[in-house]
C-alpha cells in the first residue's frame, strides 16, 4: 500500500474489507500481514468503519484465537453458517455486528471437533416451558443452595434471586443467620429448611467458615446424582470431588483466573492471561479433567460439554441425611443443609435408605474420563455480552440462574420419565437469557445503554424468558 492509496483509504468513511477470508489459516505472514497491520494502524487514525466480507482480514483461527495481524470490523457479512472466529472469544471482539446470508447450502460438517453453535432465543426457549394448571413446586424445581457470608452477603442474595426468576418452584437456603433474614426479607417464600431438592448451587459469596455446608451439600448432589453447580472460590474444592461425580451431575462456572486457577490444581499449568488468549482450549480442558459442563465466563461466556443419558431419578443415589417430605410431596430426595440449626425443625435427619449401589452407585462411571451415557463433547457460545454487566453480583446472579434451571430440566425429567440430559443447552440457555436480562436492564439493545446493578439483571430475567415464550 502506497501513499496515494493510504490517502485515499482515509477519506473513505466506509471500507470494504474482502482481503482474506476462511480458505487462510494460521497468522497472516508475509506483505498480507503488513498490508493489514497498515490497515489497521490507519484506521485507528481515521476512524473508518469497517465492513468485512465473510470474516475480518486476519480472523483465521477456528478456536477463537488471535494469532496475528487483523483488520477489526463493525460488521461482518458472513455467508452460509456462522464461523466460528466469528463467536468464539477473543476474536468475537473483533467482528462486530454480525449478519449472516443465508446461501441456501447444507448444513456445516457435522465431525467438526469439537462442534460449536451459537446460543439463541429459540433454543432458549424450549428451556424455560410455561407451567400448567397441573404444575406444583416439585414439578418446577426446587433449588438447595449454600450461599453468602457475614462477610458476603449480598451473594447470597443476588444467587437466590437468580435461582428464583429461572422459574424454579421454591429455594432452600443455607446460610447465616444474617444472609437468611436478608434473603427471607426480599424473598419470603424461600425457604430455610432442609428437605427435597433437585438441583444444587454452592459457592457465592461462601467463606472459608462455611467450607463443611459446601461440601456437605456438594457430596450429597453427587452421590444422588442431583445437579450441582459451583462457583467462586469454592471451584477449588472441585479437585477433591472429581473422583466421586456422576457424569450429568456437575457444573462449574469459572471467571478467566478461576479456571487457570483450576487448570493448576488439576495438573495442567497455565495463567489467566493464557486462558483469555485461548478460552476455547481451557474450556476443553477443564471440562476433560473433570467431567463438568464448564460455564466459562467471560465477554462471550462459552459452556463446553456433552450430553447425557441417565435414569430420570439421578441412578442409585447414596445414603444422605434427609428431612421428612412436606405433606403430598410423594417420594422424596432430601438434604438437611443445617442439621441441629434447622429453623423448623422435623425432628432427627433420618437417612435415605434407598442405597441398591453404595455411595457410587452400581453405573456410576469408573472415573471422570469414561462417564456412562456420554455423548460427543461441544462448545455453545452465547453472543458477546453486554458491558454494562460486568458489576459484582452479576456472576452470583448467573450462577442462580444456571442451578434454577438444571433444577426445573430435572424436575422434567423426574415428571415424564425421561432419560436424556443436556446441560450443556440447559446452561447455554441460562448464560443467553442472562445476557440478553443485561441488555435489557440496560436498555442496551439497540443503544449505549446505561450503568445498572446485579439486582437489576436479577428483575429483568422473567422479562425475557416471558418474551422469549411469546408471554
Not at 224 to 243: E, M, Q, Y
Not at 390 to 398: I, N, Q
Request: proline fraction near 8%; aromatic fraction near 2%; hydrophobic fraction near 40%.
Amino acid at each position: 500500500m502506497d501513499g496515494q492509496d493510504a490517502v485515499r483509504l482515509a477519506g473513505a468513511r466506509v471500507w470494504i474489507d474482502g482481503i482474506v477470508g476462511t480458505g487462510v489459516r494460521g497468522p497472516l505472514e508475509g506483505a498480507l500481514a503488513d498490508a493489514v497491520r497498515a490497515l489497521a494502524a490507519l484506521k485507528r487514525s481515521a476512524g473508518p468503519a469497517v465492513v468485512a466480507v465473510d470474516v475480518p482480514s486476519g480472523l483465521t483461527d477456528a478456536r477463537g484465537e488471535v494469532p496475528g495481524p487483523l483488520l477489526p470490523a463493525e460488521v461482518t457479512v458472513t455467508m452460509g453458517a456462522h464461523k466460528e472466529a466469528l463467536v468464539l472469544p477473543p476474536a468475537a471482539g473483533y467482528a462486530g455486528r454480525i449478519e449472516r446470508v443465508d446461501l441456501g447450502l447444507g448444513p456445516a460438517d457435522a465431525e467438526r471437533t469439537p462442534p460449536v453453535a451459537l446460543h439463541t432465543a429459540a433454543s432458549a426457549a424450549a428451556h424455560y416451558p410455561a407451567p400448567t394448571s397441573e404444575d406444583h413446586k416439585y414439578t418446577r424445581g426446587v433449588v438447595g443452595v449454600v450461599a453468602g457470608s457475614d462477610t458476603y452477603p449480598g451473594a447470597g442474595v443476588l444467587a437466590v434471586r437468580g435461582a428464583l426468576a429461572s422459574g424454579a418452584g421454591m429455594v432452600r437456603l443455607n446460610s447465616t443467620r444474617r444472609v437468611e433474614d436478608l434473603v427471607l426479607a426480599a424473598e419470603p417464600g424461600v425457604v430455610t429448611a432442609g428437605g427435597r431438592i433437585q438441583a444444587g448451587l454452592i459457592g457465592p459469596g461462601l467463606d472459608e467458615a462455611r467450607r463443611a455446608e459446601a461440601l456437605e451439600l456438594a457430596e450429597f448432589c453427587l452421590e444422588a446424582g442431583l445437579p450441582l453447580v459451583i462457583d467462586a472460590w469454592v471451584l477449588d474444592l472441585v479437585p477433591g470431588l472429581v473422583d466421586r461425580t456422576r457424569p450429568a451431575a456437575l457444573t462449574i462456572t469459572p471467571h478467566y483466573g478461576e479456571a487457570a486457577r483450576l487448570l493448576t490444581a488439576l495438573g495442567s499449568p497455565t495463567t489467566r492471561a493464557r486462558v483469555g488468549d485461548a478460552p476455547l482450549s481451557a474450556a476443553q480442558s477443564l471440562h476433560e479433567l473433570t467431567g463438568a459442563t464448564v460455564v466459562l465466563k467471560g465477554a462471550a461466556t462459552i459452556v463446553y460439554g456433552a450430553a447425557r443419558t441417565t435414569p430420570a431419578d439421578g441412578g442409585a443415589p447414596g445414603r444422605a441425611r434427609a428431612c421428612g417430605p412436606e405433606q403430598g410431596d410423594g417420594p422424596e430426595r432430601g438434604h438437611d443443609p443445617g442439621g441441629a440449626r434447622n429453623r423448623e425443625g422435623s425432628g432427627e435427619p433420618r437417612e435415605d435408605t434407598h442405597d441398591p449401589g453404595g455411595a457410587r452407585g452400581p453405573e456410576a462411571p469408573s472415573s471422570p474420563g469414561e462417564p456412562r451415557g456420554r455423548d460427543s463433547a461441544r462448545a455453545i457460545v452465547a453472543p458477546l455480552g453486554c458491558g454494562w454487566a460486568s458489576v459484582a453480583g452479576s456472576g452470583d446472579v448467573l450462577a442462580g440462574l444456571v442451578a434454577g434451571t438444571h433444577a426445573g430440566a430435572r424436575a422434567r425429567r423426574e415428571r415424564d420419565g425421561a432419560d436424556v440430559h443436556d446441560p450443556v443447552a440447559e446452561a447455554a440457555a441460562a448464560v443467553w437469557v442472562h445476557g440478553e436480562a443485561a441488555r435489557l436492564a440496560a436498555r442496551a439493545r439497540h443503544a449505549p445503554g446505561q450503568p445498572i446493578q446485579a439486582r437489576q439483571i436479577a428483575d429483568a430475567i422473567p422479562p425475557v424468558i416471558g418474551g422469549i415464550l411469546g408471554a
